[in-house]
T-cell receptor, first 116, second 107 residues
């Protein structure tokens, strides 16, 4: 398995533009997580899905952020309009509690977003 | 969210054993304790998980006392490649990573 796949790996955009980050979870995993990492705040959970349904989006900063999971193999995180303070590394992770009691999350390589 | 408390940073010489302690005073009965490792420019990677007493795998040991209000990750004979950030999480879903402990291994 190729692991969790994220695209793009790097994104540079200007303030006000729409940004879409993409994630393909590990096949068979039924939970998907979006995180944001900055030096100041560390690794923060934005939203997570279980069986394609959003379970907890309390970490989504504001209405500019939205996430979808139209099927079990794809999810997007959209920022519209983007702002410089959104600059961060965004990670996607997936897990499958059914495999073991560990509920281990498998992380993708991340997308480094820079908003100018 | 389920928060834990751990040191911000630690330094260790190569070859020594490193113990990183995590405090989780409000741990719930069903909570597991999980540790992740993160290298620069990579996502976190699962190291070890436990519920009580001691768990050992090929890379680390996890010690959890009877009251389960704290836990200690033990890395035997660290090498330079163990320089990373280590996160302690508690809970069934392991959702709160925080800022972790930055371990620097010195030659």
């Amino acid at each position: 398995d190729a692991g969790v796949i994220q695209s793009p790996r790097h994104e540079v955009t200007e303030m006000g533009q729409e940004v879409t980050l993409r994630c393909k979870p590990i096949s068979g995993h039924n939970s998907l997580f979006w995180y944001r990492q900055t030096m100041m705040r560390g690794l923060e959970l934005l939203i997570y899905f279980n069986n394609n349904v959003p379970i907890d989006d309390s970490g989504m900063p504001e209405d500019r952020f939205s996430a979808k999971m139209p099927n079990a193999s794809f999810s997007t995180l959209k920022i519209q309009p983007s702002e410089p303070r959104d600059s961060a590394v965004y990670f996607c992770a997936s897990s499958d509690p059914g495999w073991s009691s560990y509920n281990e999350q498998f992380f993708g390589p991340g997308t480094r977003l820079t908003v100018l | 969210l389920a928060k834990t408390t751990q040191p911000i940073s630690m330094d260790s010489y190569e070859g020594q054993e490193v113990n990183i302690t995590c405090s989780h005073n409000n741990i719930a009965t069903n909570d597991y304790i999980t540790w992740y490792q993160q290298f620069p420019s990579q996502g976190p990677r699962f190291i070890i998980q436990g519920y009580k007493t001691k768990v050992t795998n090929e890379v680390a040991s996890l010690f959890i006392p009877a009251d389960r209000k704290s836990s200690t990750l033990s890395l035997p004979r660290v090498s330079l490649s163990d320089t990373a950030v280590y996160y302690c999480l508690r809970g069934a879903n392991n959702l709160f990573f925080g800022t972790g402990t930055r371990l620097t291994v010195i030659p």
